[in-house]
């Protein structure tokens, strides 16, 4: 995989101690053209791992989170209703609810709480750099840096004791976070006065 940023490599070097079975690279791409938020994961070798399928008229960004036979693993979407706080819902493909990220109100960095059957995650970093590290009961699992390129991508770095499809669901939940964040501001900011 291309060079990693620094926190990633640091993470990547301290968990080696630390972790029994070992650690897993994803690289999460948004596709060139997509009208519904589509993207393809992948591991450090290239080879398609998941593929993540958005709907093209959805208030609550809706994506699909599908295996290689295109069966899906997980559905995410953003809460419709909300009062002052964002959120993003998780479900399996059962449709049972496995995970609610949400996002801190009051914080000079970007930080979420994640609700979800392995526990409680906290997940912290700088939005403006996309850097985030995830910890579960103090200890980090995983780290999720954002890649510069001319389309959206990111690095999940994840100890590989953990389900890889469900740290990818959340990070296309923070991102779905992030865009609706992104877009009602600039609607507030760009809107035209009548």
Same mark, same amino acid.
């Given at each position: 995989m291309e060079k990693l940023c620094k926190k990633t490599l640091m993470f990547y070097n301290q968990s080696k101690q630390n972790v029994t079975g070992g650690i897993m690279e994803l690289l999460i791409k948004n596709k060139w053209i997509s009208f519904g938020g589509s993207s393809t994961v992948q591991d450090v070798n290239g080879n398609d791992v998941f593929f993540v399928k958005g709907r093209v008229f959805s208030f609550t960004r809706k994506k699909f989170l599908e295996g290689?036979?295109?069966?899906?693993?997980? $559905?995410? @979407?953003?809460?419709?209703? *909300?009062?002052?706080?964002?959120?993003? &819902?998780?479900? #399996?493909? =059962?449709?049972?609810?496995?995970?609610?990220?949400?996002?801190?109100?009051?914080?000079?960095?970007?930080?979420?709480?994640?609700?979800?059957?392995?526990?409680?995650?906290?997940?912290?970093?700088?939005?403006?750099?996309?850097?985030?590290?995830?910890?579960?009961?103090?200890?980090?699992?995983?780290? $999720?840096? @954002?890649?510069?390129?001319? *389309?959206?991508?990111?690095?999940?770095? &994840?100890?590989? #004791?953990? =389900?890889?499809?469900?740290?990818?669901?959340?990070?296309?939940?923070i991102d779905n976070i992030t865009d609706r964040k992104d877009s009602e501001s600039s609607s507030i900011s760009f809107g035209s006065s009548d």
């Open positions: 290689l036979d295109h069966v899906t693993k997980f $559905v995410i @979407r953003n809460k419709f209703w *909300r009062i002052f706080q964002r959120k993003a &819902l998780i479900y #399996d493909a =059962d449709g049972k609810q496995v995970a609610m990220v949400r996002r801190k109100i009051f914080s000079l960095h970007d930080h979420y709480f994640v609700t979800s059957s392995l526990g409680d995650l906290q997940i912290r970093g700088n939005i403006l750099q996309f850097d985030y590290s995830i910890t579960l009961n103090g200890k980090e699992i995983g780290h $999720v840096a @954002r890649r510069i390129s001319l *389309r959206d991508s990111f690095v999940l770095t &994840l100890d590989d #004791d953990y =389900d890889p499809a469900m740290f990818v669901a959340l990070v296309i939940a």
